[in-house]
């Protein structure tokens, strides 16, 4: 669909592909953003592989704006069926909605598929009216739900300085939290340990020792470092550790994904992978990464045996070893946070961000999304209240 705007020669068009959109033109815009997860190869190999498709719940349907030939801006979107791959839990308004007599699905959704990690906002080249171009969208944007009588549209894991720009919009900010790991100024691997309690460092070099005592060893992967047999053995050990926790293993990406990560994406991939003394071919366990920049970003891990732990080694300590030795200076290891926040990943907002085109919903759920803020807040603070850190860092000295 392509609406005509003039008069200065524009045009938007929804697209149900992102093949449609050459590479080059999409990564002038992807590209100079700090995360990783809207460039062209990583968003076409989710649908190219059948993870983020129609028939998985997620209909592609992004939002693209042109000056004559030229993309100028872009929104990757996706019509959803169901609210799963998104880690952001609105099922209990989905319920709300069935009980009003309100249709909830389908609804807009902007985010990297399956991805828990912030940095979505609105693609625009660098020398365009932001504003405006944000402005244009927001009414493509609510042009289209209007006549396909779309409940809602949802953007999740923002950009922190995008949220007031589509507040100003008239958008809700909801706020939940992840686990981020800081770079607080380490040189190595010590220094990270310096900022426990005595009894966690004790923890953390104990854990460390376990997997060297089990006759393991981590080895960082990176690039073209990385056999292409590793990516769908990545799947393999990927698959594994989903189907462990049967319904709730979020099993969404098929092995067609793993392997074409190694023809084009290989250079933003880090693996840690686990090797044993007595077998040092394979790895027994790996954690897959991806780094972009100062960043690293956890995604999946899986092991063949259990091994006491390699968990903790492979997903933590040895990403943030890695990290230290390379200046990274932001490690978000995904979803979760049962084990993390022992391990220095203290609680960090996240926002997304909600327009409802139903009154009745947007009635009702403003003013619980307000409410819920304030006590996010205190969980936040709550929760990094009870770090296990020295009472006096260096930085307070």
């Known amino acids: 669909m392509v609406e005509q705007l003039k008069p200065r020669y524009l045009s938007v068009a929804w697209i149900n592909h992102i093949a449609e959109v050459p590479q080059t033109e999409w990564d002038a815009l992807a590209i100079p953003l700090a995360t990783p997860f809207f460039e062209w190869d990583w968003l076409h190999n989710l649908e190219s592989s059948g993870s983020a498709v129609a028939q998985a719940g997620w209909l592609p349907n992004h939002l693209t704006v042109w000056r004559d030939r030229s993309l100028i801006a872009a929104a990757p979107l996706y019509l959803k069926g169901h609210s799963y791959g998104e880690f952001v839990f609105d099922h209990q308004w989905a319920d709300l909605a069935q009980r009003i007599g309100v249709q909830y699905y389908p609804k807009l959704l902007g985010m990297s598929p399956f991805t828990p990690a912030t940095g979505y906002r609105f693609l625009i080249a660098p020398g365009e009216d932001e504003d405006e171009i944000t402005e244009l969208m927001v009414r493509a944007i609510d042009t289209f739900c209007a006549k396909n009588r779309i409940s809602a549209c949802h953007f999740l894991y923002v950009e922190p300085q995008w949220q007031s720009v589509l507040e100003r919009h008239g958008f809700t900010t909801w706020i939940n939290h992840s686990y981020v790991w800081q770079n607080q100024g380490f040189q190595t691997f010590d220094d990270y340990l310096a900022v426990f309690n005595a009894n966690q460092r004790r923890n953390i070099k104990r854990e460390r020792k376990a997997v060297a005592t089990n006759g393991l060893r981590l080895q960082p992967l990176t690039g073209d470092q990385i056999p292409k047999s590793m990516f769908p053995l990545m799947y393999n050990f990927y698959a594994d550790t989903c189907d462990k926790f049967g319904w709730w293993g979020s099993k969404y990406l098929t092995k067609k994904f793993f392997e074409q990560l190694h023809a084009n994406y290989r250079h933003r991939v880090v693996f840690f992978a686990a090797y044993s003394d007595r077998d040092p071919r394979q790895p027994l366990g790996m954690s897959f990464c991806l ?29 943030i070893e890695w990290a230290i030795s390379r200046g990274i200076q932001i490690f978000d290891p995904g979803a979760g946070g049962r084990h993390k926040k022992r391990r220095g990943f203290p609680a960090s907002p996240n926002y997304s961000l909600h327009r409802f085109y139903n009154s009745r919903l947007e009635q009702i759920l403003s003013s619980y999304i307000r409410e819920a803020n304030e006590y996010e807040q205190l969980e936040i603070e709550a929760i990094n209240a009870e770090l296990p850190y020295n009472q006096v860092r260096e930085g307070d000295k």
């Not at 995604?299 to 903790?312: A, N, T």
Request: proline letters at 3%; glycine letters at 10%.
């Open 291 to 319: 780094t972009k920049g100062d960043r690293l970003y956890g995604r999946y891990w899986g092991s063949f045996q259990e091994i006491d732990c390699l968990h903790f080694d492979a997903c933590y300590y040895a990403p």
